[in-house]
């Protein structure tokens, strides 16, 4: 059952969205069919003559259901794509999609979760009937228990990784139907005279088990244009032209999806990094063009933070995605050292099929590849940074909003060397201004100084000193040889270029900070709860 779970959650986050609504939901749906089951089974199972044999086909229907929930799985993306085409981006469309959405989680989880709900009470019942007595109870929830463990443990840390999702499930569903044939023929065996019992599976239901399972497997491709179309976002299935990469990995199924004009880096569907296919096919380009896509953040991210601090001896970047910015940063042959730190491994692997962009991340031995949390890694690293630069997911990603909190900008400027900078990155788009707001709020306490500069169409970055004034910038770092020669294909990022891109400073938003209360914290998570609503109306800070 729990198989089936981390499979579901994973499944789901591709349709639903990963952010923390929507795993309220899936955990919802999944503890609701539970409850249904054992309620079911409450009533009915002092009155079954062979509560064996119940709980035997219970087992393999079990398995059949979870099965059956690909195909409902594939009808889901359609099923969002109709529901976004016609609800407002307004407060009751948002409360009409989460019912909506929860309606889609029973649909995939309710009839395997109502059958797994109705096992521990039989089973409980039939030890309790023999001679291990009210022994039983307890012996069965603590297998139970040890079971719930194992079962999350191998499916998110084993199996997943190794096989992929769909295997998953089908591994799970397949388990799920030979223990039920497995109890059947146990009870035959008893039913049997002595002479006639045999050991082993019969043979009639478990080819037609395997053929069951063959045809519903061939019937549900997943096909991974459409997993990674983000279609809780755009509210399209337009697919990819090609999937360069895809791996389903601890934390996110990643992929690598290449459309007309970019190559995109997606993360549970939602795109967390992109370039313009021409600098694929740099040799057939010769004109210069604006940066486009995610390229002007990739870039200007790391040239603006490493203007303010042009010689650091330790840089932490948080967040890989395409690898562009950590290589920037070492395009600067004053930089020492470049630890990069990723939670998730394939997003390294994946970041791949972005070289020669990325290519000093891989090849440079300055650049160090850690796979950890960013903040394990702070509190691991006794060390000062000179440079730090955190480049996440979106916060209505649900664990992301932790990397955007008080409590994380204190650790954070407890770990800057002195004269040491810190850039955070922050979207506009998806955003309301009192969430931006409140993460401001939150860096206010911990900074002395800061300054917010615009590095794309939605993106500003933020970038901050604990003392009392930003040292001064070195803007020509964009004219740097190895750094000119990357951005060779787009307008010369002169001084001025950068210099321009800084609008607002931390003095500028005192009266506005001073006091505010609607502060992002570990404690008070604002931005989780919120920030999936803004992005369902696809409101703007554009206060």
Known sequence: SFIYEIAWIRMLSLVLGSATHAFELMLSAFILGLAIGALAIRERADRLRDPMRTLAWIQWAMGAAALLTLPVYLASFDWTEALLSVLDRSDTGYVLYNVARYGMALAVMLPATILAGATLPLITLILIRGPRGERAVGMVYGVNTLGSIVGVSVAALVLLPAIGLKALLVTGAVLDMLLGLALLARTAKVDRAPAERRPGLPLLPLAGTAAFTALVVAISPLERSVLGSGVFRTGTLDGAEEVVFWADGRTASV???????????????????????????????????????????????????????????????????????????????????????????????ASRAYLPWNARVFDDPRSTLIRSDARALLAADPGRWDLILSEPSNPWVSGVSTLFTAEFYRQVAEHLAPGGVFGQWLHLYEMTDDLLLGVLAAMYPSFGDFRIFRVGGGDVLVVASVEDRLPTPDWPVGQLPAIAEDLSLTFPVTPAYLRRTGFLSRAALVPLLEGWEEVNSDFDPRLDLRAERARYLESTADG
């Open 255 to 349: 992929g690598v999806l290449d459309y007309a004009d970019a190559r995109i880096l997606t993360t549970n569907g939602k795109p967390d990094a992109s370039l313009s296919l021409r600098w694929l096919a740099r040799d057939t380009i010769q004109t210069r063009q604006p940066l486009s896509f995610d390229e002007s953040t990739q870039a200007l991210l790391a040239l603006v933070t490493l203007a303010h601090r042009p010689d650091p001896a330790r840089a932490l970047v948080i967040g890989q995605g395409s690898g562009m910015s950590s290589h920037f940063l070492l395009g600067s042959p004053e930089v020492g050292e470049v630890v990069t730190a990723e939670i998730e491994p394939e997003i390294i692997e």
